[in-house]
């Protein structure tokens, strides 16, 4: 019953902004480090953003770095990416994941999303 629905996603000009969500379920949402990865079209997936379980740490992406800022909200099940001064290389699928960490290190099942569609254009 794990589920993560991502939203929020569209049509968005270059220059633009748009938060996208991903709400959880099914999972003790506040004992996991969730991120956001994406896929352009012809690419492979890359991480984007990711946030501690109790969101006191986040870690960036370099294109992404000032630009975008993942939050959460652990009392919603919910995490956040806000996407500012948006580029067309930025269009791709945004994927919600979430996994247990300690430290650097990985422990139990990962869980995704669907995906959301995010395009940059004119």
């Known amino acids: 019953q794990v589920q993560l629905v991502e939203s929020g996603g569209g049509l968005v000009q270059p220059g633009g902004s748009l938060r996208i969500s991903c709400a959880a379920s099914?999972?003790?949402?506040?004992?996991?480090?969730m991120s956001w990865y994406r896929q352009a079209p012809g690419k492979g997936r890359e991480l984007v953003a990711s946030?501690?379980?109790?969101?006191?740490?986040?870690n960036y992406a370099d294109s992404m770095k000032g630009r975008f800022t993942i939050s959460r909200d652990n009392a919603k099940n919910t995490v956040y990416l806000q996407m500012n001064s948006l580029k067309p290389e930025d269009t791709a699928v945004y994927y919600c994941?979430?996994?247990?960490?300690?430290?650097?290190?990985?422990?139990?099942?990962?869980?995704w999303g669907q995906g959301t569609q995010v395009i940059v254009s004119s």
């Open positions: 994941n979430a996994k247990v960490m300690l430290g650097t290190i990985s422990i139990g099942n990962s869980y």
């Open positions: 099914g999972f003790t949402f506040s004992n996991y480090a």
């Open positions: 946030i501690s379980s109790t969101g006191g740490n986040t």
